[in-house]
Nanobody, 127 residues
Framework: QVQLLESGGGSAQPGDSRRLSCVAS????????MGWFRQTPGNEREFVAA????????RYSDSVRGRFTISRDNAKNTGYLQMNSLKPEDTAVYYC????????????????????WGQGTQVTISS
């Protein structure tokens, strides 16, 4: 069983930066994929970014490309989401997701391809 624990959420102002972390325990992610999704009240969970653990290949949603960067630290079994130039519309609960499979680029954004989920961390952007 894999456990994912997010941290780094909180409040920030428009234009600020914030980094989310996701620590995976229970197994290593050497041949896996980690993703970030977010959800606002009344809306479906949406894809933000994903990284393939083995080669670092990434995918981003159009809404965050160029502002957010996903990365991983193999030694720490930890994934990160660096969020820059934050906007009020980035306000959401951010969820870390993982799978033991090395997803291809076209499926990295699909919720159904992820087997493990964290509890979520709230990010609120307001002035």
């Amino acid at each position: 069983q894999v456990q994912l624990l997010e941290s780094g959420g909180g409040s920030a102002q428009p234009g600020d930066s914030r980094r989310l972390s996701c620590v995976a325990s229970g197994r290593t992610f050497s041949r896996s994929t980690m993703g970030w999704f977010r959800q606002t009240p009344g809306n479906e969970r949406e894809f933000v970014a994903a990284i393939r653990w083995s080669d670092g290949n990434t995918r981003y949603s159009d809404s965050v490309r160029g502002r957010f960067t996903i990365s991983r630290d193999n030694a720490k079994n930890t994934g990160y989401l660096q969020m820059n130039s934050l906007k009020p519309e980035d306000t959401a609960v951010y969820y870390c997701a993982g799978t033991s499979r090395s997803l291809i680029w076209s499926t990295m954004g699909l919720m159904g391809d992820y087997d493990y989920w964290g509890q979520g961390t709230q990010v609120t952007i307001s002035s």
